[in-house]
């Protein structure tokens, strides 16, 4: 049986990496030639004294060059007044309008053990989960005409999973404001990554969202994970991954467009930047799913972060992360990219444990990494200066240690929350040097028993019709933060019948976070999720899970919004 995360992943329909042999690098440059040099240019006067030219002829002959010169400069001094053809004018490039286009949401797959872990011994220390269960919950708005997008939630290869509505065809104007709908999937039992399409309508892109979470109360991988369905993108930053013994880490690139996808990895330690052979030039082929076990490209990294580019399709990246302690499950998370670098970074959904205990575990041999913390990866050669403040529900909480700590520049820099008193975080990070920031809370305080972790990425701050699916089952909150100034939350639920109910509203006080419980029921059907809009100050999200009665704990950011109409410059040329 093996424990140390350095095996291969099995999945059904993926092509997973072995990454202990180098792998072909395909991130060669072609080098741009520069134009050819010219001639020198030949004056317009030229020696003759050797054709027999005297020199006084040479010299009258430079006099009336110098009056032909002034007049041609007379002449082009007068041009630039007359009033120019409107034709030879600099014009600005026309801003095109980009028809909109679906949207789509990757949700990861279920977490799996390690290819090579050993089943079939004593149940009660058996790695293999009999109670594993992964389930998508999505939801999808109607459009300003009432009618509900063609979408759908499919497998990653293409097979359907479940229609949630029909193409509605061409929008007809409507003389009073159609009710808000929502076309819904509730519990969906899936087996690997899904796919959540949304048709756009009347050149709009629909509204959607939808959450895919975990949950095993045995086995290795016991525990809670949630993790939005995110869009793809050519630009990814993972904060929090860990390779050390007795965790594993499996970074899962997804590839939904019809177009190969070349992604480049490049990884942060805590002693700086690490060069592996075999991160670069990966390719994810259109429809499928490429596994790389991290421990294979930086082995026995306490602090990890990745930065995955891609060429070509668009993709989406999660670290299935976990951790085992001897034969006690540690737990398990999804962690997905946060907000790129940038001089602030604001986290919320952190739930603190009781400090005195939580400190006394966290001395134990190998659970340092069993207390809350803020990891802050830094790309860039310069060292950052960052300003480290926490919010709760009642103000500003004092960090120990003043709150100011200097991040190496290229690495990966841990700074430790123990000592903050329990109850509900915002945490924001300010430097005047880029960096990504990702928060770790826990669950469990006994070294014998099963414990759980979550990380809470960075996010954007909330702005209009962000639609917010949360997961059946358990204790569930949404946790919103205000760092600077006072803002208004309004959130409307959505129930598992497809209908938007009515809103409520949350004032938040600068500089505090507010936690509101979310009911099992509302109008005697279940609560899937909400459609939540922010306004006034800057505003931030987190849908924050636990279950009663068990060390379970798992986050989820608040995804942004739709896109709008987008225009773009057209330049023609040659």
């Not at 802050?376 to 403040?389: H, N, Q, R, S, T």
Request: include cysteine.
């Amino acid at each position: 049986m093996h424990k140390d995360g350095n095996d291969a992943v099995p999945q059904a329909h993926e092509d997973v990496t072995s990454v202990t042999g180098s792998q072909a690098a395909g991130d060669g440059s072609d080098a741009a030639g520069a134009p050819a040099g010219e001639a020198p240019a030949t004056g317009p006067l030229k020696r003759l004294n050797a054709r027999g030219l005297s020199v006084r002829g040479t010299v009258a002959g430079v006099a009336s060059a110098v009056i032909i010169v002034a007049a041609a400069g007379g002449l082009v001094a007068a041009a630039s007044m007359v009033p120019q053809n409107a034709g030879s004018r600099p014009l600005e490039a026309p801003l095109a309008a980009v028809p909109a286009g679906s949207n789509v949401g990757i949700c990861p797959g279920p977490a799996r053990l390690l290819e090579g872990t050993a089943v079939g011994t004593d149940p009660q220390f058996s790695p293999e989960s009999a109670t594993a269960r992964s389930l998508v919950n999505a939801a999808v708005l109607s459009t300003n005409s009432g009618a509900l997008p063609g979408s759908r939630l499919a497998e990653l290869n293409g097979n359907p999973l479940t229609e949630i509505a029909k193409d509605p065809g061409s929008p007809t104007a409507s003389t009073a404001p159609p009710a808000l709908l929502a076309g819904v999937v509730s519990q969906r039992t899936v087996d690997s990554v899904s796919v959540l399409s949304a048709d756009a309508v009347g050149n709009q892109q629909a509204t959607a969202g939808a959450v895919m979470s975990y949950t095993a109360t045995d086995g290795d991988l016991q525990g809670s994970a949630a993790a939005g369905c995110q869009q793809p993108a050519n630009d990814l930053w993972l904060v929090g991954a860990n390779t050390s013994l007795g965790r594993t880490a499996v970074l899962n690139l997804s590839n939904a467009s019809s177009t190969p996808a070349t992604v480049s990895l490049e990884l942060f330690g805590a002693q700086g930047q690490i060069q592996a052979p075999g991160s670069r030039g990966l390719l994810v082929a259109p429809g499928a799913t490429r596994s790389i076990v991290l421990a294979g490209l930086a082995p026995d990294q306490e602090k990890l972060s990745i930065h995955a580019r891609s060429a070509g399709g668009p993709v989406t990246a999660v670290i299935q992360q976990s951790v085992l302690r001897g034969l006690t499950p540690g737990g398990v998370d999804f962690i997905v990219p946060g907000a790129a670098p940038a001089t602030r970074q604001v986290m919320s959904g952190l739930d603190i444990q009781d400090p005195a205990p939580a400190k006394a575990l966290a001395a134990k041999q190998g659970f340092a990494d069993a207390a809350a913390a803020l990891q802050i990866a830094v790309p860039g050669p310069a060292d950052a200066v960052v300003e480290i403040k926490l919010y709760g529900r009642d103000g500003q909480k004092a960090l120990p240690g003043g709150g100011v700590v200097t991040a190496k520049g290229g690495s990966v820099t841990e700074v430790s929350l123990a000592g903050v008193p329990a109850g509900h975080y915002t945490v924001a990070a300010s430097s005047d040097v880029s960096f990504a920031a990702a928060a770790r809370v826990t669950r469990g305080l006994k070294s014998d028993s099963a414990a759980d972790f979550a990380w809470s990425a960075a996010s954007a701050r909330l702005g209009s019709q962000h639609v917010v699916t949360v997961p059946r089952g358990g204790e569930r909150y949404l946790v919103f933060g205000a760092p600077d100034d006072r803002a208004k939350i309004t959130y409307t639920p959505i129930t598992a019948d497809g209908k938007v109910r009515a809103a409520a509203a949350a004032d938040i006080a600068g500089g505090t976070t507010a936690v509101i419980k979310v009911p099992s029921e509302v109008g005697g059907a279940e609560v899937l999720g909400y459609v939540v809009s922010a306004s006034g100050d800057a505003a931030y999200g987190t849908v924050l899970l636990e279950k009663d009665g068990r060390p379970d704990i798992a986050t989820v950011a608040v995804a942004p919004g739709a896109a709008g109409q987008e225009q773009v410059a057209v330049k023609l040329g040659y």
